[in-house]
Every structure is written in C-alpha cells, then in structure tokens.
C-alpha cells in the first residue's frame, strides 16, 4: 500500500541526493584535470587556438543578424520610397490593380499605401480659373502683340468656382539622403539628385508606382522591343529599336529610380542595335529615340548616350537629299535609302518641322553643322511659302516642296507640332531668331480669326479646323498641347492675352475628360454648335478611343508652373485616377482603350505606346513636383515627346 512520504523524509531524501551529486561534480572535475595534464604541450597549444578560434567564430556568428537586418531595414526603407526594385519584388506599384469594368471613377482617391487624406471631387461644369499674378516677362522692352479674342469668343468669367481643394503637402518617409548609389556623380554631374530628383509627396509617389508597374510589364514581356502588349504579354515591333527603353530614360533620371535607369543604360551600351536594316520614320525616330538619348545623356553626362545619338544622327541625314530640302518621311537606318511613305507622295507638316529642335542640339552638343544646316533649310523653305493668315496645311511634297494646296487647316493630326516648334526653336537660341516668334504670332492671329468658337450650352472655347475652307467644328486630344505652348510663350515675354486664352483652353481639355462617364479624353470630340443641345461635346463611335496620350496633362504642367493655380493639380489627380481605374493591366503595363463612354465595358485595345512612360507619367510626374528647380523653364525646353534639352544662348553654350 503506497503511503505519500513525511515532511522530515523529504528533506532527509533531498540531502543526501545533493551531496552525491556533488561528490560527482568533483569526481569529474579531478578526471578532466589528469586527463588535461596527460596532453603534451603541443597538444594543449593546439586545443587552445581551436577553442580560441571557435569563440571568435560564435562572437561573429550573434553580430551578424543585427547588422543584416539593420541593411535589410534600410533597403526596405528605399523600396518604400520607389515602390519596391525590379526583379525582387511582386508588385512593384504603390496601387493596387482596379478592375477595368469598374463603374465609376473613385471620389478624389487612388488607393495607395502612401495616400492619407481624400481630396473632394469637383463638379463638371467649367470652373471659374482664379487669376493669379503672373511672373515677370524677360522682354520688358520689346513691343508685345496683343492677341485680341473678341467679347463673345472668351467670356469675361467662367459660371462658377470649384470646391473642395486639398492643398496638403507630406515628406514621405524614407527619402532622405541615405539614398544615394549617385551614378550621376559617378558622371561628373552633381546637380544636386538627392535634393531635385526623385518622389517628394504622395502624388509623386504614386506616379513612380504607375511607371513601375508600366516597367514591369515592359520588362517581363517586352524587353529591348518597341512596346508592350499587356494583354497578350507580349509585344510589338516598329522600328527594331527599343522605343520604351528610350523613351523612358530620363523618365526615371527625374523619378530617382538608379537601378532601372542603369539597367536601360547598359542595355544601350551592349545590346542596342541602332542601325537596324530598317524604314523608319524620320519624325519619329527623331522625336523618341535621337530626343531621348540627347535627353538622358544631357542629364546624366554618360558619354554612351551621345555616341549613339551621333551615330543615329548621321544614319537620318540621307532623309533629307531631295531637290526640295524637304526631307523624306521614311529613311533605311542601315542603307540610307530615303522615300516618300508609302501611302502617298507628301510628307507630314509637323513631321517635317518638328525635327529641328533635336537636329539644332545634336549640333550644339557636337559642334558639328550638318544637323542644324539640314533642319534649318526646312524651316527656311517653310518660312517662305504662303499661308493662310499665318496657317499651314497639313501636307508639302518633299519633291516640288509645296503644300497640297486645299488640304486641311488644323492644329491637330499632321499639323500640330509645326506650330509648337516655332516657340520652342525660338526659346532653344536664347530667343535669338526672331522669325521663329514672329511665325508664331501670326499664327496666333489666324487661328482667333479662322478657328475659334464657342460650343453650347456651356460656352467652352475650342479650336476647330479648316477642311476645304469650311469650318469643321472637330477638335483632335493632341489641340490640347496648345494651352501649355501659349502659357510657355507668356513666361517668356509675350502678351498677357495669350495666358487668358490658354487658361480658356485648357478647361477645354478638361471638360473634354471631366465630360465622358470614364473621366478619359476621346482621341477626337466635335463641339456642338446648335441650340437647344444639352451636350457641348459629341463623340462619334470612330473616335471614342483613348492611347494614354499626353497632351492635356503636358498644358497643366506649363500652367501650374507659371500660374500656381492648384486647379491643374486637381484636374491633373482626377485624370490620374481615371487612368489607374480604367487602363490598368494586372501582371504589369497599361492599355490603351476603344471607349470612353463605357465605363462597363472600355474594351482593352492591348497596347502600351511607348509615350505613355516617356510623356503622360513625366509630366503627371512634374505636374505633382513641389520643386521649382526640377528641369526650370528659363533652362530647358521639351521637345514634343517631353524629352527636355538645355536653352542656348546666341552662341550656342548651355542657359545657366
């Protein structure tokens, strides 16, 4: 029978087994000691520098995880900041994918990590633009032309002001000067990146999370090709020249993102084939590739990117061997062999005079003046034909170097950037050439006196076009890169009259967006002109598409930079955001879109142009930026696929 044991036995049992258990204790100790004193000297020697070595390799072994996770931290820090690195990452966007058949466009918030307040919604209707005092014009001595805008083309106020403006301004976290693997410097450029380049606020950061996750799908399906096709994941060729690496180099220079930046560096270094076996188009090439690597090499000072632009230079000159001057449309990069495009004999307006800007830099930059010569004989030719009222059409025959007479008069497609060049060739000189302004100008006149009007019932003011000499009340998306050439034209030194109209036309290009049930632009909107509609803006099925095109947000940069109008932010926030809701892809890249007037079904066209990184998100990027010294307006000019390039002075040194 079990009988629990008595208090004074424990005690008793415990005693006894602590002294035995001493006795071993000292026993074992005694046997280490002769066991120890057995060893030969050497042998003791060598046991100790092991013992000695493992001690040291123990000590190591606990400081390392601290250390790794204090660099772990501090990586985890700068992908915060750039929305996570290439390759090590799933998601490499700050937003989340929203489903493209989403109805509805999200009241003043895209979902990001970053975003902490709501801004309101404003209202449709046209808002009252405050007037700001504007800056000082640079030609106080010079006689201004006053573009006069009779009474009933711009009203004297708009209906109403807009509500709800948030004007908050966070520091993020984690963008600090830890940050700074700087291969500008490693360059010789020390224009101050940590201070200037780079995300400062969460609209910022926000448009770094839309360009890398654009990047991801480039990179995942379409790397060292043209364009992406985020829907198939796949791609589209061009011009066998990496269109999206180009055109997105100075891209992520601006954003601060080093290690995609060194990675499409590289990539023009080792593997960019620039004189494929390849009809490219002269204006395009132009405009994106030989733009874009001037662009980055302007930036960076990396002599890779000017020595591909020589090579590239030199391979589009044979375009311009005509008996006219007036360069082919098409030219074989490794050939030479120059011709008219195959749909036909003429060439472009705007494609013809939209080349010089990059042909005068590439000059500039290499000191030699084939390039300039070439582009200047075409402007020289077009400087002497005849216009209407300062007008162009929209085609010239590269062979007779004549327009095609009764072609249509536009500031749209074919036409447009002829005009925007005559201000930027005047700004690239130091305002130098005078004939570029005075052009201008009188286009200026003509197109008060032929092309605008006034749509109702909401009074928008629209630029509209000549087809046959009639009237055609038919505005194009790319008309809205014209708000931000006149408020660049203002800043500059010409008359007030030319911001009023601006400003008048960019709440246009707004409404324009603000007016469709996805908040996206048509490529092309007719403005009514009949009374008794309810609708301003009447969209034909043909043209309900939207390519992710720049224009608008280009003009509300220019805008806001001159002005300080937050307006522009707010109308530029609403735009980004219908962008993230209705053309993301998930898996990476954007797409363009067959209907703005379906917000159930917009119908996913599966293209991403590659202007969408080096134009709409730039500028989203600079229209977002607190910083007055990023890429100012007095030091660098845009060509036409936003690619910036330093001012001259009259002898050709760069603007300081």
């Given amino acids: 029978m079990y009988s629990s044991p008595q208090k004074g036995d424990f005690i008793s049992f415990t005693v006894a087994e602590d002294e035995k258990y001493d006795n071993q204790k000292v026993r074992r100790r005694q046997s280490c000691w002769r066991t120890w004193k057995q060893l030969s000297r050497l042998q003791r020697h060598v046991f100790t520098i092991v013992m000695f070595v493992a001690a040291i390799c123990v000590l190591y072994l606990i400081i390392l995880p601290g250390r790794g996770a204090a660099d772990s931290s501090k990586d985890l820090a700068r992908n915060h900041r750039i929305g996570g690195e290439l390759g090590n990452q799933e998601d490499f966007g700050n937003l989340p994918v929203l489903n493209v058949n989403q109805q509805g466009i999200e009241q003043g918030k895209v979902d990001n990590m970053h975003q902490q307040e709501e801004p309101k919604r404003h209202k449709k209707g046209p808002p009252r633009l405050h007037r700001d005092p504007p800056n000082d014009n640079n030609d106080e001595d010079e006689e201004k032309p006053v573009l006069h805008i009779p009474d009933d083309v711009v009203p004297k106020s708009g209906p109403e002001d807009v509500d709800g403006r948030d004007d908050s301004k966070k520091r993020v976290a984690g963008d600090s000067d830890d940050d700074s693997e700087n291969l500008r410097s490693r360059k010789g450029d020390s224009e101050s990146k940590s201070s200037i380049f780079g995300a400062k606020n969460d609209r910022q950061e926000a448009v770094v999370g839309a360009f890398q996750h654009a990047w991801k799908g480039y990179r995942a399906h379409a790397w060292g090709h043209d364009e992406l096709k985020p829907i198939s994941k796949s791609f589209s060729e061009w011009f066998h020249l990496g269109l999206t690496i180009i055109d997105s180099l100075d891209t992520m220079y601006i954003m601060g993102l080093d290690k995609e930046f060194e990675e499409a560096r590289n990539w023009v270094e080792n593997d960019m084939n620039i004189q494929p076996n390849v009809d490219v188009n002269l204006?395009?090439?132009?405009?994106?590739?030989?733009?874009?690597?001037?662009?980055?090499?302007?930036?960076?000072?990396?002599?890779?990117?000017?020595?591909?632009?020589?090579?590239?230079?030199?391979?589009?000159?044979?375009?311009?061997?005509?008996?006219?001057?007036?360069?082919?449309?098409?030219?074989?990069?490794?050939?030479?062999?120059?011709?008219?495009?195959?749909?036909?004999?003429?060439?472009?307006?705007?494609?013809?005079?939209?080349?010089?800007?990059?042909?005068?830099?590439?000059?500039?930059?290499?000191?030699?003046?084939?390039?300039?010569?070439?582009?200047?004989?075409?402007?020289?030719?077009?400087?002497?034909?005849?216009?209407?009222?300062?007008?162009?059409?929209?085609?010239?025959?590269?062979?007779?170097?004549?327009?095609?007479?009764?072609?249509?008069?536009?500031?749209?497609?074919?036409?447009?950037?002829?005009?925007?060049?005559?201000?930027?060739?005047?700004?690239?000189?130091?305002?130098?050439?005078?004939?570029?302004?005075?052009?201008?100008?009188?286009?200026?006149?003509?197109?008060?006196?032929?092309?605008?009007?006034?749509?109702?019932?909401?009074?928008?003011?629209?630029?509209?076009?000549?087809?046959?000499?009639?009237?055609?009340?038919?505005?194009?998306?790319?008309?809205?890169?014209?708000?931000?050439?006149?408020?660049?034209?203002?800043?500059?030194?010409?008359?007030?009259?030319?911001?009023?109209?601006?400003?008048?036309?960019?709440?246009?290009?707004?409404?324009?967006?603000?007016?469709?049930?996805?908040?996206?632009?048509?490529?092309?909107?007719?403005?009514?002109?009949?009374?008794?509609?309810?609708?301003?803006?009447?969209?034909?099925?043909?043209?309900?598409?939207?390519?992710?095109?720049?224009?608008?947000?280009?003009?509300?940069?220019?805008?806001?930079?001159?002005?300080?109008?937050?307006?522009?932010?707010?109308?530029?926030?609403?735009?980004?955001?219908?962008?993230?809701?209705?053309?993301?892809?998930?898996?990476?890249?954007?797409?363009?879109?067959?209907?703005?007037?379906?917000?159930?079904?917009?119908?996913?066209?599966?293209?991403?142009?590659?202007?969408?990184?080096?134009?709409?998100?730039?500028?989203?990027?600079?229209?977002?930026?607190?910083?007055?010294?990023?890429?100012?307006?007095?030091?660098?000019?845009?060509?036409?696929?936003?690619?910036?390039?330093?001012?001259?002075?009259?002898?050709?040194?760069?603007?300081?």
């Fill in 283 to 656: 204006f395009e090439t132009t405009i994106r590739v030989l733009g874009g690597l001037l662009s980055a090499y302007h930036l960076s000072k990396d002599e890779v990117f000017l020595d591909k632009a020589k090579i590239l230079g030199n391979s589009l000159l044979p375009a311009f061997n005509t008996k006219s001057k007036i360069p082919y449309a098409d030219v074989n990069l490794k050939t030479g062999k120059a011709h008219a495009p195959r749909w036909g004999p003429d060439s472009s307006v705007s494609e013809v005079s939209t080349i010089q800007v990059e042909f005068r830099d590439l000059t500039f930059t290499t000191k030699d003046n084939r390039f300039k010569d070439a582009a200047d004989t075409v402007m020289n030719h077009l400087h002497s034909l005849r216009k209407t009222d300062g007008l162009v059409p929209i085609f010239i025959n590269a062979n007779t170097g004549q327009f095609r007479q009764h072609a249509t008069i536009t500031f749209g497609a074919r036409a447009d950037s002829y005009y925007e060049y005559l201000m930027k060739q005047w700004l690239q000189t130091g305002k130098s050439e005078r004939r570029f302004k005075e052009d201008f100008e009188a286009a200026m006149e003509g197109t008060k006196n032929r092309l605008l009007r006034r749509s109702g019932p909401n009074n928008l003011l629209f630029v509209g076009e000549l087809v046959n000499n009639n009237f055609s009340p038919k505005m194009d998306h790319l008309v809205c890169f014209l708000p931000g050439t006149l408020a660049l034209g203002y800043f500059h030194g010409l008359d007030e009259s030319y911001l009023e109209l601006a400003r008048n036309l960019a709440n246009t290009c707004y409404q324009m967006y603000a007016q469709m049930p996805t908040f996206l632009s048509p490529e092309i909107a007719h403005f009514n002109m009949l009374p008794g509609m309810k609708d301003d803006i009447i969209v034909k099925p043909a043209d309900a598409h939207n390519l992710l095109r720049p224009e608008t947000i280009e003009s509300f940069f220019y805008l806001y930079r001159i002005t300080k109008d937050e307006i522009y932010r707010e109308w530029g926030w609403e735009i980004f955001q219908a962008f993230e809701r209705y053309t993301k892809i998930p898996g990476g890249g954007y797409s363009s879109i067959s209907n703005v007037k379906n917000p159930d079904k917009p119908s996913l066209r599966d293209k991403m142009e590659s202007f969408f990184l080096g134009e709409t998100l730039k500028y989203f990027f600079l229209l977002f930026s607190d910083e007055p010294d990023l890429l100012p307006l007095d030091r660098y000019v845009f060509n036409t696929e936003g690619h910036p390039l330093p001012i001259r002075t009259i002898d050709g040194a760069v603007m300081h």
